[in-house]
């Protein structure tokens, strides 16, 4: 069996991320050979990954990274908040990001190269070195043909990195400081407002059919005909509008103006025409529903763990 020397075991660390005692361990199992010992701690890896793969993953980052003219938010989860203040986890979630420019959606993403390896196979390698299960949850990406692409991060713990992750997605000739300051704005309302479409035209048909449906429904439940409640109805579906439209909305920044008239106006002063032509919000953790454990479930795990 070849010698396992402290030069090898400090390689195959470098190159795999793991403890000493385990790169030693797989180096004497694979008899010294350094790609055999990669190949059976990336079994190991993944086999860890699996086991942890049925946890609940809410935590995490969300990262924004705009490139001129493109513009991509990306949500990486794991199990708490303490791995997302982790430096490896954060440099991970900001090297993923820019591949994310290029990606159609977080499947494609994860299957981009990183380093040699898809993005999947190095967060299966993160997970089995931090020990908490992490997915790449979603992916989404805005571009414009001349314009800009303007990002905006609330709850940022890092450059990049926060809670809540916008993009918002401007055609124009204006100069680009203007883009920049108009395009940062909406983005910060659209983080506070949480629009669902850009505009009316967006509406998913059925949604709107069914939030019809329901306001004759109940203007008749109040007494009126038919053709009376259809009337009163047009009144209360612009209120709807205004409640998921972006360009319906009340600005939050002065609560009186639309934000329509807000990119008017920034088109009138930088006499240039300004178009917002899309908007992505991201916020870590939408949707999915977190485990419940009391405080004394929450010990005992611990304890055990």
Do not use: W
Not at 44 to 69: H, I, Q, Y
Not at 83 to 89: A, I, M
Not at 150 to 171: F, M, N, P, S, T
């Amino acid at each position: 069996m070849a010698d396992i020397t402290t030069a090898m075991i400090k390689e195959l660390r470098e190159k795999t991320g793991a403890g000493m005692m385990d790169a030693k361990k797989a180096l004497v199992e694979a008899g010294g050979d350094m790609d055999a010992a990669i190949e059976e701690m990336r079994k190991k890896g993944m086999a860890k990954a699996d086991k942890k793969s049925s946890r609940t993953a809410a935590e995490g980052l969300v990262a924004v990274v705009t490139e001129g003219t493109k513009g991509a938010v990306v949500e990486i989860n794991a199990e708490t908040d303490f791995v997302s203040r982790n430096d490896e986890f954060q440099s991970f979630v900001k090297a993923v990001a820019p591949l994310a420019l290029t990606a159609e959606n977080a499947a494609e993403l994860a299957g981009k190269d990183m380093n040699g390896k898809t993005v999947q196979e190095n967060l299966t390698n993160l997970i089995a070195k931090i020990g908490e299960n992490m997915a790449l949850r979603r992916s989404e990406k805005l571009e414009v043909s001349k314009g800009a692409v303007v990002d905006y991060v609330h709850g940022a713990l890092a450059d990049g990195l926060g809670k809540i992750g916008v993009l918002v997605a401007l055609e124009s000739d204006a100069d680009a400081s203007v883009l920049q300051g108009l395009g940062k704005q909406i983005a910060m309302h659209v983080a506070a407002a949480f629009p669902k479409y850009l505009d009316r035209n967006s509406v998913d048909a059925t949604e709107m059919e069914k939030e019809r449906a329901f306001l004759i429904e109940q203007a008749k439940e109040e007494g009126k005909p038919q053709e009376i409640a259809e009337k009163m109805v047009e009144g209360r579906m612009r209120k709807f509008y205004e409640e998921i439209c972006l360009m319906d909305q009340t600005f939050v920044v002065d609560g009186e103006t639309k934000i329509s008239d807000v990119v008017a106006k920034a088109a009138k002063d930088a006499g240039a025409d300004i178009k917002l032509t899309g908007f992505a919000r991201v916020q870590l953790g939408e949707g999915i529903e977190k485990e419940q454990e009391d405080f004394a479930a929450e010990v005992a795990k611990a304890a055990n763990g």
